[in-house]
């Protein structure tokens, strides 16, 4: 069973910036959409941005101008880089993989921690 792997989450200060980087355990079939969601403590999860098969980004208004996601389709990997973290972006940080043509796939991975403190 192919697992999505996460890494680079940690503690930083407000302020400061990470980057996450997920990529497949194993190999897969070729992806159209991928994104992070996030969940806060005693929250739902969220979505946090998304970049599909043409590029296209979208972001959840709180991130806009701080977050940027970026893909690399050969290694199947997806991004995201955080800047000017806020302690309300603490939570786990979630990777997503769906393709959406037959055979429909929706991968995840275990999460990342990001703790911000102020």
């Known amino acids: 069973q192919v697992q999505l792997v996460e890494s680079g989450g940690g503690l930083v200060q407000a302020g400061g910036s990470l980057r996450l980087s997920c990529a497949p355990s194993g190999s897969i079939l070729a992806i159209n959409v991928m994104a992070w969601y996030r969940q806060a403590p005693g929250k739902q999860r969220e979505l946090v941005a998304r970049?599909?098969?043409?590029?296209?980004?979208n972001y959840t208004d709180s991130v806009k101008g701080r977050f940027t996601i970026s893909r690399d389709n050969a290694k199947k990997t997806v991004y995201l880089q955080m800047n000017s973290l806020k302690p309300e972006d603490t939570g786990v940080y979630y990777c997503?993989?769906?393709?959406?043509?037959?055979?429909?796939?929706?991968?995840w991975g275990q999460g990342t921690q990001v703790t911000v403190s102020s």
């Open positions: 997503n993989m769906r393709r959406d043509w037959f055979p429909t796939k929706d991968y």
């Open positions: 970049i599909d098969s043409g590029y296209t980004t």
